[in-house]
């Protein structure tokens, strides 16, 4: 019946992007280790933080960010650095 | 070999903020900078999409309701839903004080005036540290250049990085002070529109969503209507989100299929998603005298020193106030010669001499509690509808109507 987007993924399809070549998110990967809420994988409106049990390894897919800034905030031990992406990179 | 540039006064953010400072600054003749991180027309960071006629008329002029292309709609139906599992209540207020817009448009319009009367503005410049003379901030670096002034205001937005570095407001927001949104623009054909939200040609709907009774989370949502699409903004506290593990996508996706609101998008595509987040208004209840707005050479306004009322249909009147007043501040100081800290401390005095703004610093029932009242009982929702409206009756009018429709079970 209703013809709008539920998942975040689907959502951000439609959003344009221009990913630069680095992250403009970067992350503390021992602190990301030991750190058991893993909460960033599920607040981000974007979906950037993806928890990878067989590396042990936390992959940011940056180039989804819709740079609200909320990680840095949310992160409990505050070991993600947020940073403007580059001027023209990022949602455009 | 990076670009050294200086002007009298640099105002960091071309935002609702930014603009009206620099407006102030056109006015009296003097030499302002902005730097804007985003590109010309492409002002991609958060902005009201309703905004209070009167004071942007006040300040620019007719102009404002000629911008055809900008406006979407002239609100005249002003509703809060409040949401119950498997049903709701609605009031409705009819009133005209607002428009809605489309941000780049109406950003572009502003900016477009402003360059005219020669305010410089720095597009896709960003700023990423302070440049400090023996602890004093003279000017700010970008990625390849350097911006000097006698005097900087920071309009940088929510997500302010300058102003932590500056040691203004109160530090780094805390996951409780901070509702993360997302917004969801959604495409209906406007006859649609007019027929589904009862409203005449190009007139349109501005609503507030409450959620207490249905999801036991408190939130901020709105709902508006666009000239061919539906807006639909969900927000709750960053530490509610992580609490209950719930993501902002979800509980927006919760809201756009209750009853009260589906019929309204039902066919419609996902024309744009984005996010953002605001300062929650508890922070002034905590941490009000704390708040640092000002050091020397410096001053600090709009969403990085936490000036968003939640409570306003225009989100951003109280940044663009606020902007306004760090201006006038600097004039002042100005004419004294003397920019330090003692000086422009009369920010504060002047911001207390705003109507505006003492609603928002003084309404015990939006602060004693922080963001209690979103939960709490039902009058005091009804309470934060009708305080937008002036006039008496109108909100005679609303607190009957919000306790009848409350009362219902």
Redesign the interface.
Known sequence: MQKTLKKIEDKLYFVPFKPNTESHIKTNAAICAGCTGKECTKFCPANVFHWSEIDKKLYINYENCLECGACTIGCPYQAIEYSHPTASFGRM | MSKKNKSEVLIIGAGPSGLLAAKVFSDNGIKASIIE?D?KN?K?SFYSSIINIQFYEEIFGGFIKNQTLAIEREITDYRAYFLKEGSFSCISNQNNNHLCIKRELFNKALTDILESKGIQIFY???G?ELILENGKIKGIKT?DSEHYADVIIICEG??S?LSKQAGLKSG????EE?F???E?T?EIPSEAIEERFNLQNNKGLTAKIFTHSFIEIPGINYMHTNKSSVTISSGIL?SD??KN?I???DYH?KI??HPGI?PF?????????????MPAPLKYSKRANKVKLYSDNCLVAGGAAMFVNHFKWDISLLAAISGKIAAETVIEARGKNDYSEKSLSMYESKLRENKEYNDFINDNRVHAEGVLPFQKSPNELGILFYNDFEDKNDRKVLENLSNIALTVN
């Open positions: 991180k590109a492409k991609k896709e410049t960003i990423r990625d929510a997500n990085i780094e927001l805390s996951p901070t993360l949104f997302v969801e959604i960053l989100s992580i593990s993501n902002i996508n996706e756009k299929t589906s998008i039902s066919n419609g595509t996902t024309k744009t998603y984005s996010s953002y987040i």
